[in-house]
Nanobody, 113 residues
Framework: QVQLVESGGGLVQAGGSLRLSCAAS????????MDWYRQAPGKQREFVAR???????LYADSVKGRFTISRDNAKSTVYLQMNSLGLEDTAVYYC???????WGQGTQVTVSS
């Protein structure tokens, strides 16, 4: 059974930064593609970023140039560095193991004006 635990969310002013972490257990982490998704109130869950096992990355257009996804295989952890946060980034952020139905519980990010 794979478990994913996100952390690092919180309240931040517009223009600020946060770094989210997602610690994984129960899988061969280094072989897995890992995603970040987010869901804002009243909206569908949307893709944010992906990092593959070969460390290649993919970003949603809305976060490109502001967010950076990375991973530390020794710690079985994936990160999302979020800079220049705007009100539109307010959401619950989830990590996900690609090609599976494994999701974390989510961490709230709230950006204030």
């Amino acid at each position: 059974q794979v478990q994913l635990v996100e952390s690092g969310g919180g309240l931040v002013q517009a223009g600020g930064s946060l770094r989210l972490s997602c610690a994984a257990s129960g899988s061969t982490f280094s072989n897995e593609g890992m995603d970040w998704y987010r869901q804002a109130p009243g909206k569908q869950r949307e893709f944010v970023a992906r990092i593959r096992s070969d460390l290649s990355t993919l970003y949603a257009d809305s976060v490109k140039g502001r967010f950076t996804i990375s991973r530390d295989n020794a710690k079985s952890t994936v990160y999302l560095q979020m800079n220049s946060l705007g009100l539109e980034d307010t959401a619950v952020y989830y990590c996900h193991v690609r090609w599976t139905n494994y999701w974390g519980q989510g961490t709230q990010v709230t950006v204030s004006s």
